[in-house]
């Protein structure tokens, strides 16, 4: 890519009411930067709730929604039999997803996630 990405990762609040201060604080915090930015983490909340729409309504592309809008594809929680998808790579790049897959194992509570996506020229 050759210039500099922010790369933050985070994890949001258990707490529904708590959450879209946690995505400002982010946002606020990135604002600085002026760079583009990846964010990762457990958000603690399925799509389009208060961070997904914080983040995508300032930018960001959830990587695994740009490549499949299968909401049965991404499931992260539980590790052992996940039923929901609660932890995202939102990009502040415009490329597109190449691939993305959430890996079968239980070396933690959640699976992860995984993506490849090609960097601007």
Excluded: C
Excluded at 14 to 31: D, K, M
Excluded at 93 to 103: G, I, N, Q
């Amino acid at each position: 890519y050759g210039k500099p990405v922010t790369f933050v990762a985070m994890h949001a609040s258990l707490h529904a009411e708590e959450r879209p201060g946690n995505a400002q604080a982010v946002l606020t915090a990135l604002g600085s930067a002026r760079r583009p930015a990846i964010v990762v983490g457990d958000m603690n909340e399925t799509p389009g709730n208060a961070i997904g729409a914080a983040f995508t309504g300032a930018g960001f592309i959830d990587a695994h929604a740009q490549k499949t809008g299968n909401p049965l594809e991404g499931l992260t929680s539980p590790a052992s039999f996940p039923i929901k998808r609660i932890d995202f790579v939102y990009k502040e790049l415009p490329s597109a997803t190449r691939y993305s897959w959430v890996p079968s194992t239980t070396a933690s509570d959640h699976r992860p996630v995984m993506v490849t996506f090609d960097t601007p020229r």
